[in-house]
Structures are given as C-alpha cells and as structure tokens.
C-alpha cells in the first residue's frame, strides 16, 4: 500500500496518473506516454489535459484563493512542515519516481528530494516573517498622515516547471507560494510530471485546503497559452527556455510575472588561480547532471599563459567522469531527456568542429538521449556553442589573452544567469565579480545554487526577477496600503 495508490490506476498493464483539480483526482478525455531516458520503456502514462480541464483548475484556484490567503500565517507554516515530513517518509517512491522518468542517478534524485524537503521546512519559518511597514508621512501635504504597507497575497498563482530538477523546481514555487498565502495551479513539463503529481497528494494529505492546489498535465500547446493569457491568473512563475519565456512575457497580460530562463555560464580561469580547485570546478560545472543545469558551466575562458597545462588537467580529469546507464551506481554521466535534446548538442558540437575546434574527448551521440561527456578547444566566437545554450555534457575551452577579454566575451552573451571566476587574488576577483553581467558570480566554485538562501536569477534573456526562500515570498506578495489621516 502507498498513499499514491489513489492518484494512479492499472490499465492494460499501464500505470495511469491522474490529475489534481479542486481536491478531486481526475480523469481527463487522452493521455500520453512518459518514456525513461535510460531504456526508452514507458514508466506510465498521464492525463493529456484539454482547455476543459485548465478552465476547471483555474475556477478551482480562483474560489479557493480567499481560504489560503484567510490561514493563519502558523496554519501555512504547519502545512509545509507537514508536507516536508511527509516527503521524508515518502522519499524513497520520489527518488525511484525521478530516477525513472529524468533519467537521473540515484545520487542525483536523492540530492533533489532532499533540497525538497529543505525547502519546504524553510519555507515554513519563513512564512512567519511577512511583515509591511508603517510609514511616516513626512512631508507639508502629509504631515499628518501615517500609512501602513500590508502585504496581501497575490491570488492565482501558475506554476510552470521544466524538466530538468522535476521535483525541487516545482516545490521552489509552491512552497514560497502557500507561505504568502496563494492558491496555485501547477503545470509540470511533459518529459516527467509525475513527482510533482505525487507531490499535489503530498500537499492535500498535508492539510491544504481543496482548490488551493492544482497539479494539471498536459501539453503547453494546447493548454499553455490558454493558461497564461487568463484574466484569473495574477501570477506566473515559469522556470524554462528563454524561448518560452519570451513568447509566455507577450502574452500573459496585466500579470506579475517571474521569469527563470537559459544561461551561458562562463569560467574566468586566471593564472593564479588554485589550479587543481578550478580544474575539479569546471569539469564539475560542465558535467554535473549531463550538463542539463541553467547553471551549468558552457564557456571555459582560460587565460592562454596556462591553457595548455588547464586543457590537459581537464582531459585527465574528464576520464574520471563515467558514461552510462543512470541505474549503474558508478555513472556520473547519464543520457540527456531526450533524443531532440541530444540531436542540439551534437548540432552544436558539429558546428564547432566544422569552423576549426578541436574536439579532444567525446563527441558522439548514441541512441536515446545518449551523448558522451565531450572536450572542444579552441571555441571561438563565430561558433554558435559559444552563444546557444548547451544543455549537454561539453566542456567549451576558449582561450583568452587576459582578464578584460575574459570580461568582455563573457558580458557578449545575451543570458546573464550565472558566472563564475578562478583566482586567489580576492581583490581582482571583487572587482570582476562586480563588473560581469549575470544574477550570481561565484567565486572559486562553479554556480550552483542550494536551498536558496541567496537570492537567483538572471537578466537580459535569463529571466525577470530572483527566486529564493525569502525573496520567492516576498515576489509572491503585493503591498496594500492603508492611510490614517489625522486632522
Ligand atoms: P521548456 O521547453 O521551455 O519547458 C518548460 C516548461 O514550460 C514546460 O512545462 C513546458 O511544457 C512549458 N511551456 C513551454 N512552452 C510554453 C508555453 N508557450 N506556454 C506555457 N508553458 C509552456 O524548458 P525545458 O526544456 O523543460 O527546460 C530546460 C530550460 O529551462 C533550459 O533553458 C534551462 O536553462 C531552463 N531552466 C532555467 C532555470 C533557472 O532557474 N533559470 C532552472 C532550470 C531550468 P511542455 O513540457 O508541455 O512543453
């Protein structure tokens, strides 16, 4: 027995998933198929929701929106502590379930679920700090005025995830999201929705109230745009491509909107850097979960007095970094999600060799989303893998002259999420760090991100705004102000 036996039935032999809408799990009209990356067997199949269905969430979370924002703050925190708990005795059916349907390795879904369950403890202390403020009103016309900025929940808050952290991405928005007191519609991606079905049971054995939460499946053609152009959608937060995101931002209308798209994350690696740090660094950045991480490091500039002895290290170090199946324990690099995915970065890769980069390791695509950890020197500007998103396992070396050119090409892009620097010159390192264009800059360690704790997000096409337990929840709060006129 589990307690997700109920959103799930067997039908010719298929295990089949159903929806969450208004504390109801539904049925829709079609489903489809959620394939595993590593054997390409089908793992179940899910509700293919229609307009119909999304109409039904969106009214579900419109009528509840006033019974969320009504709690306490304490009665929000106690449904996340919950759910957290909850998530911890169930952890093994999620990590089983993300192993399956991402692809991941057992190491990879464990690290996912227990950021969740982190995130969701956090998030419930941090529910208990909304505050406003009270204002004195300090000049001639209002001098004897006081006003007060209350924050209010924001309503209707959608909820797009992507593919790549299944679980933690969708939590990352839910959780800020019932702290501030919204009721939320969740639309997973399609390669793997079904944690985050599990998770909508997690959240209603957790207390919430019906309708506050909705986990709807189904395709973004057909239902996307429907969803994000609804006058009854106050909120979209979207974590995907800078593609979607763009096309998302021109039609959502008069909605807050939170964006967290691609980046292009760029190593500075100088000559006095610690060498063996920045070389274990960059391959991790590079490689970690096949390089399919917003954060993942895709340009490596090393200054050129070093980029010989650096490209070797990184060959040497590479090697350790196995290829394979993702449920053989001793793989660090499994397949992408898909065959589309792997066919972008092999595209990629061509195009580079064909304008004069020399491919040293890896280099080949095999069946499914199987693409081997790969080393390119030489990159250059005309080659579109310096500029397009990788979303692969490539380690992208580009020689620079010195620093300022280092500054340069990294500030070209147009992502501006995620960078990183190697030096042990603090002085230098603060000075760059201040003056390279991305969300976070790290220093002596590739981007990575954690519970969120710092805030993270990018500019220009990686995104509006910065995700974090504190500063999800204060995105996801609006100021009403409330005046006392004294005569
Ligand atoms: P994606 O193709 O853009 O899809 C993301 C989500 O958006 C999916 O749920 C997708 O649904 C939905 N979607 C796509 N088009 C839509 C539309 N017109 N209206 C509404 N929803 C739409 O991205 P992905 O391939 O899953 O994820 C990889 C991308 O996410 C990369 O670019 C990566 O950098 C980015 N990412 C960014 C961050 C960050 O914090 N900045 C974190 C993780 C990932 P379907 O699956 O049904 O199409």
Redesign the pocket.
Known sequence: MSIFDSIRFVRNNETIYKILINGQWLEASETFEIKSPADGSIVARVQKASQKEAELAVQAAYDARTKIANLDASERAKILDKAGDLLEQNKNEFIDIIMKESGKTFKQAQGEVQASIDRLHYAADESKEIRGEIIKGDVASDKKSIGMAIKQSIGVLLA??????PLF?GIAKIAPGIAAGNSIIV?????D?ICLLMFGKIMQEAGTPDGVINVIT????E???Y??SHPKINMIS????????K??AS?AGMKKLHL????KAPAIVLEDCDFNLAVKEVVTGCLKYSG????AISRVLVVESIADKFVNAVLEEVKNWKFGDPRNPDTMVGPL?NER?AKKVEDLVNDAISKGAKLLYGGKRYALGYYEPTVLDYVNRDMRIAWE?T?GPVVTIMRVKDLEEAIKIANESEYG?DACIFTKDIDKAFDAAQRIEAGSVHINAHPT?GLGIFP???DES??LGR?GIKYSIEDMTKIHTIVLHTH
Not at 160 to 165: A, R, S
Not at 187 to 191: E, F, G, H, N
Not at 260 to 263: A, Y
Request: aromatic share 10%; net charge negative.
């Open positions: 797009i995830t992507p593919f790549n952290y991405t639309k997973p991606a399609s390669d929705p189904g395709s973004s053609s239902i996307g745009d969803l994000c979207f974590t995907g491509s800078s593609v979607a995101g096309h998302i039609i967290e798209l691609g980046g399919q991480r917003c954060d999600i995915a998103e979303f999420l991100h993270f997000g990018g990686s995104g995700e």
